[in-house]
């Protein structure tokens, strides 16, 4: 709707509104745009518009509507409508993240080959798997305030840049001497992550309507969990330990970085092509709502601020770095814990390793197909922590049966519900935290993570050097109890579930407002610019 007065500005908007139809989706349920105060039904709020409805306080904004922004006056919101280009958006981001993780584990699962390849100690070689942890601490503030303040295409285009960037350098380094430059490779893709793993939540919440949301984050989050599923199995295949045959085996190198370079490459492309900052149209009422806020008003101190300050965001952030550092303790010892009760069984460790990792990816989409059909998030959260504890008790007290098809079924069910915790937790935590930007929530997710993982790592692994692997299991069972106590603890408090469903009962506000004067003359605006539509 264009604004009064200005003719040449409403048939260059209608006309623009004329080629966005063309190309957008299906419409999304929900508030109708055309309501003169944006959320009551149209009826309705006419009756509350009318003088009377006014002298009997019917008239009255409520309170979380009133800190809400308002559109210009004499224009409506636009409608939720889903693009057809999410789909391709999701895609080629879950391919190139794929990849980034895959880069991740090629050298871990390689470790005795690059041991004799480049002449080092098994701690340089573990030094270029550890990177990716050690650069995401100091890195993810800086990345979330790029994310927040320059966008989601620019971020992708660093993330999936990067990627590609340090994918090339690994094809130059494929000679004994050149092992400072393979690290030095790895290290530009372990910065290329840190715009990478807070992305899955805010491509979900910028692109997909309510009812797709959190299947939507579980798939970005997917396709990391397969780069890594796929770096179990290919690296081996293509790079034989031809210890004998140096010259062969750098050849078999070269073939495996040279082809994950070209696929890095055509991914930066896509990403070129495919992303944009977001959909012509907001794909829910909650995103409907943050367009409004006008980009002046934002500040990242004070969201970072604003987190910190949500209690319920504390306690999850608190109780998923520990089931997700946990997580990453397992993954990294699993070898040595099968190894010291099934001596030999090397190849079968890395088959569970894989068997861990494709159950959590099936937990994963499971989890998040169940989220949109009933948003209930702390429930579920809860819920599949527990199970996670019960499947780590299992396992440990299961693993020096000397059977290993029970440790193939122990892991799997613990791998089901550790991964598939992951997309809850980024879901969650932006539902309590709305309108905080999902990037900063889901980055301090992953510093939390990365932080408890490295702690327990290291903890773990004297435990299970010393004393075995049931004191290291133990240690985590622990830990895992009282991320259970904290997440109990979490109030629940849907805000982004409510705006999408009309109930406005929480208090939205991306800042605080800089006074209460500030606050007082915008409730009088909003107050005038409703009596002013009637």
Not at 433 to 455: C, H, K, W
Request: hydrophobic share 45%.
């Amino acid at each position: 709707m264009g604004r009064p007065g200005d003719g040449a500005a409403a048939e260059e908007e209608e006309e623009e509104e004329e080629e966005e139809e063309e190309e957008s989706g299906e419409l999304v349920a929900g508030p109708s745009p055309q309501q003169p105060n944006g959320f009551l039904p149209g009826k309705e709020a006419e009756e509350r518009g009318s003088p009377a409805a006014r002298a009997a306080g019917l008239g009255a904004l409520p309170e979380a509507q009133a800190m809400l922004p308002s559109p210009v006056p004499g224009a409506a919101r636009a409608a939720p409508r889903l693009s057809r280009r999410r789909l391709a958006v999701l895609a080629v981001f879950s391919l190139y993240s794929l990849l980034n993780a895959f880069q991740w584990i090629q050298y871990s699962i390689l470790s005795s080959v690059f041991v004799h390849f480049y002449r080092a100690s098994y701690t340089h070689v573990d030094w270029l798997s550890m990177v990716y942890m050690v650069a995401y601490v100091p890195l993810i503030l800086p990345a979330t305030w790029l994310l927040d303040t320059r966008g989601l295409r620019l971020t992708a285009l660093l993330g999936s840049g990067l990627n590609c960037a340090g994918a090339w350098m690994k094809c130059a380094s494929v000679r004994q001497s050149l092992y400072p430059l393979t690290l030095m490779a790895q290290t530009v893709c372990a910065v290329a992550q840190v715009f990478i793993l807070g992305l899955p939540s805010r491509i979900a919440a910028v692109w997909f309507g309510p009812k797709e949301v959190s299947t939507a984050c579980a798939v970005a989050v997917l396709g990391n969990q397969l780069g890594t599923a796929i770096g179990f199995l290919l690296p081996p295949v293509l790079v034989p330990n031809t210890v004998d045959d140096i010259d062969l085996m750098g050849h078999n190198i070269s073939i495996m970085f040279y082809g994950t370079a070209a696929a890095c490459t055509l991914l930066f492309l896509l990403t070129g092509v495919v992303f944009e900052e977001k959909p012509k149209f907001p794909p829910s009422q909650a995103q409907a709502v943050l367009q409004d806020i006008p980009p002046e008003d934002y500040s990242y101190k004070q969201s970072i601020i604003n987190l910190f300050r949500n209690i319920p965001f504390v306690l999850l952030l608190i109780s998923y770095g520990i089931m997700t550092g946990a997580f990453y303790s397992v993954s990294t010892l699993l070898n040595q814990m099968i190894v010291t009760h099934y001596e030999g069984e090397e190849v079968n460790a890395g088959r569970i390793g894989l068997t861990l990792v494709v159950a959590g990816m099936v937990g994963s989409i499971i989890c998040g197909l169940w989220l949109d059909y009933t948003k209930t998030y702390k429930q579920t959260t809860l819920i599949v922590y527990i199970l996670s504890f019960v499947g780590m008790i299992i396992f440990t007290f299961t693993l020096d049966l000397g059977y290993l098809v029970i440790v193939f079924v122990t892991g799997g069910v613990l791998g089901f519900f550790m991964t598939g915790y992951l997309p809850l937790g980024f879901e969650f935590a932006v539902e309590i935290t709305y309108p905080e930007s999902e990037g900063t929530s889901s980055g301090l997710l992953n510093a939390s993570a990365q932080i408890f993982g490295i702690l327990f790592t290291l903890v773990q692994g004297k435990l299970t050097t010393d004393y075995g692997p049931r004191a290291g299991n133990l240690f985590l069972c622990a830990w895992m109890f009282v991320g259970i106590i904290l997440t109990a603890l979490i109030k629940s408090d849907l805000r982004r579930h409510n705006i999408n469903s009309g109930i406005l009962n929480t208090d939205i506000k991306a800042v605080p407002v800089d006074s209460p004067m500030e606050h007082e003359k915008n409730n009088t605006v909003l107050k005038n610019q409703s009596e002013s539509a009637i």
